[in-house]
């Protein structure tokens, strides 16, 4: 209960600093389900488009009544360097995915599973799990569970880990969550 | 001309996709326990999943078809994790105690960083 209690003051702090506005991300995520909706739906006639506003409205109120509307909940704050990231990560995927299916494949068991804490350096839960579901999107580690400031990961190998334990992914992360 | 190479390569990409499902299907067959058995399972969430996509985003000759199937791409970039996170927390918790490869000299025998 104690690290709960930590967990909810950090988010307090979060949302001074990240410049918590809730106009700004109700606006946000009023233009994000409704370029949703018209890239899902296609059709531009009068009728369609007002039942599509009208379905914007009651999502953003329900969100709203659900108190769903902050950095957390639509992260605007980390929008351009998050995309920036996506590209390094999904290398990172395909790399792994290629190392993991090698040892599928090869003849002799080649795997040395164990488990071990990381250190994860964000300073917002939202980073952290960013960090955490980024471990478990690249194959041949998993992140198993969050405590604040440390993620416990069950790696498929040594390189597995390694790849983990030099914190390039940390630091990226962390660099994703910073900047506004 | 041009229309043949976007096929070729889409058939690629689909049957790129389709060995790297049946490689994550058979590792899960393989691998000794249940924590080692997700590893593979991510690859058929991840390049699978993805080449898959990419081959039928060449397919399509429509924006708007092309932008779903994106669509889906992100989707699984953040449900495929929160579930593989899910099931392997709630393996640890119910005290699901890791394999560990004595014969490679991987970590002690019984012993983890496990809490």
Known sequence: ?180 | MIGQLVDGVSWLLLLAGAAFVIIGAFGMLRFPDFYTRLHPAGLTDTMGAGLILLGLLLQTGAAIVAIKLLIIAVFLLFTSPTSSHATARAALAAGLRPWQNHNAGGGEPGKDSGT
């Open chain 1, 1 to 180: 209960m104690q690290d709960r209690g930590a967990v909810a003051g950090r988010n307090n702090q979060d949302g001074v600093r990240l410049g918590y506005r809730p106009v700004v991300h109700g606006i946000g995520l009023c233009l994000a389900l409704a370029a949703c909706w018209l890239l899902l739906s296609g059709h531009f006639q009068i009728l369609l488009l007002s039942l599509g506003a009208a379905s914007v409205a009651f999502c953003v109120w329900i969100a709203m009544r659900m108190d769903l509307i902050d950095h957390e909940g639509v992260p605007m704050q980390i929008t351009w360097a998050g995309l920036r990231y996506v590209p390094w990560l999904l290398w990172e995927i395909v790399k792994a995915n290629i190392d993991v299916a090698q040892r599928v494949l090869s003849p002799s068991l080649t795997i040395t599973p164990r488990m071990f804490d990381a250190l994860s350096s964000q300073k917002t839960d939202l980073g952290q799990v960013l960090y955490a579901n980024s471990i478990t999107l690249t194959p041949g580690t998993v992140a198993v569970d969050l405590r604040p400031g440390v993620i416990q990961v069950h790696a498929l190998n040594d390189g597995a880990a390694e790849g983990i334990l030099d914190g390039e992914m940390d630091r990226r992360v962390a660099a994703v969550e910073v900047r506004q």
